[in-house]
Nanobody, 122 residues
Framework: QVQLVESGGGLVQPGGSLRLSCAAS????????MGWYRQAPGKQRELVAR???????NYADSVKGRFTISGDNAKKMVYLQMNSLKPEDTAVYYC????????????????WGQGTQVTVSS
């Protein structure tokens, strides 16, 4: 089985910073893409940032210049450094892993973490 465990969410004031971490565990050989999505109340889930195993990175326009995604393929971890946080960043943030190859083969399913709440408020 594959499990994603997230940490780092919390309450922060506007302009503050948080660092989210996600660790993938299980009998994993490799992961093609790991990333972060978020969902605010009444909104659809949206991509925040993603990183491929070769280091290619994509960001949502709304977070460019403020958020930085990084990862460690060997450790099967991904991070999201969130700076200059705004109230509109408030959402549940989910870790995602796609193209996961395990001891029984390549999974056709993407994996998701449980979600971690990020609240930006005075």
């Amino acid at each position: 089985q594959v499990q994603l465990v997230e940490s780092g969410g919390g309450l922060v004031q506007p302009g503050g910073s948080l660092r989210l971490s996600c660790a993938a565990s299980g009998s994993i050989y490799s992961i093609d893409v790991m990333g972060w999505y978020r969902q605010a109340p009444g909104k659809q889930r949206e991509l925040v940032a993603r990183r491929t195993r070769n280091g290619a990175i994509n960001y949502a326009d709304s977070v460019k210049g403020r958020f930085t995604i990084s990862g460690d393929n060997a450790k099967k971890m991904v991070y999201l450094q969130m700076n200059s946080l705004k109230p509109e960043d408030t959402a549940v943030y989910y870790c995602n892993a796609d193209g996961v190859t395990t001891v029984v083969g390549r999974s056709v399913l993407a994996y998701w973490g449980q979600g971690t709440q990020v609240t930006v408020s005075s």
